[in-house]
């Protein structure tokens, strides 16, 4: 069973960057599509970004030209770094995988989550 670890999330005043990390478990990590999911307080849970196996990208409207999803398949891990990062951009991250290679923007089609990590901008 693959395992997600998320990480770099903190404090950061708008404007700001921030990298966020997600380390998966198995030997199969190529073969995933990745995901990046956020819920703000009060809010429901959020798509915000994909990579698919074959490296398509996708994302959100409200990050589009902000966020950047990468990932580095020989050490097991996604990226999403985060530019220009304004209040409303404040939640919890988590990464997600979806072993058939795919995901996409509902919740439901990933069966891997990570722990979450926490992100908060400063106005």
């Known amino acids: 069973q693959v395992q997600l670890v998320e990480s770099g999330g903190g404090l950061v005043q708008a404007g700001g960057s921030l990298r966020l990390s997600c380390a998966a478990s198995g030997r199969t990590f190529s073969t995933y599509g990745m995901g990046w999911f956020r819920r703000a307080p009060g809010k429901e849970r959020e798509f915000v970004s994909l990579?698919?196996?074959?490296?398509?990208?996708y994302y959100a409207e409200s990050v589009k030209g902000r966020f950047t999803i990468s990932r580095d398949n020989a050490k097991n891990t996604a990226y999403l770094q985060m530019d220009s990062l304004k209040p409303e951009d404040t939640a919890v991250y988590y990464c997600?995988?979806?072993?058939?290679?795919?995901?996409?923007?509902?919740?439901?089609?990933?069966?891997?989550w990570g722990q979450g990590t926490q992100v908060t901008v400063s106005s």
């Open positions: 997600a995988a979806d072993p058939a290679g795919r995901g996409g923007s509902y919740y439901y089609l990933y069966t891997v």
């Open positions: 990579i698919r196996s074959g490296g398509s990208v």
